[in-house]
């Protein structure tokens, strides 16, 4: 079984920074690639931003080019969003997810529980 847990959120000003971890557990991989969404209440599920098993590879959602940044530390089974410049937009939920193999295909099979991010205006 694979675990993913998220940490790391929390109350914000806006224009504040918020580092999320995504930690995995159980079930290991000779790859995954690991992508983060977010939900804010009364809206859908959106993509925020994923990163290849090596690193080499990352993408982001329009709304958060040149404020956040995902990263990863395979030794500690580790993925990170720092989140920069927040904006009361950016307040939600905010989860991670799996996918087998080296590349990020929009298809995670497994999904933490979340962390909640909120930003104040």
């Known amino acids: 079984q694979v675990q993913l847990v998220e940490s790391g959120g929390g109350l914000v000003q806006a224009g504040g920074s918020l580092r999320l971890s995504c930690a995995r557990s159980?079930?290991?991989?000779?790859?995954?690639?690991v992508g983060w969404f977010r939900q804010a209440p009364g809206k859908e599920r959106e993509f925020v931003a994923a990163?290849?098993?090596?690193?080499?590879?990352?993408h982001y959602a329009d709304s958060v080019k040149g404020r956040f940044t995902i990263s990863r530390d395979n030794a500690k089974n580790t993925v990170y969003l720092q989140m920069s410049t927040l904006k009361p937009e950016d307040t939600a939920v905010y989860y991670c997810?799996?996918?087998?193999?080296?590349?990020?295909?929009?298809?995670?099979?497994?999904w933490g529980q979340g962390t909640q991010v909120t930003v104040s205006s």
């Open positions: 159980g079930r290991t991989f000779d790859s995954y690639a």
């Open positions: 997810a799996l996918q087998y193999g080296s590349i990020w295909y929009g298809v995670p099979s497994y």
């Open positions: 990163i290849s098993w090596s690193g080499a590879s990352t």
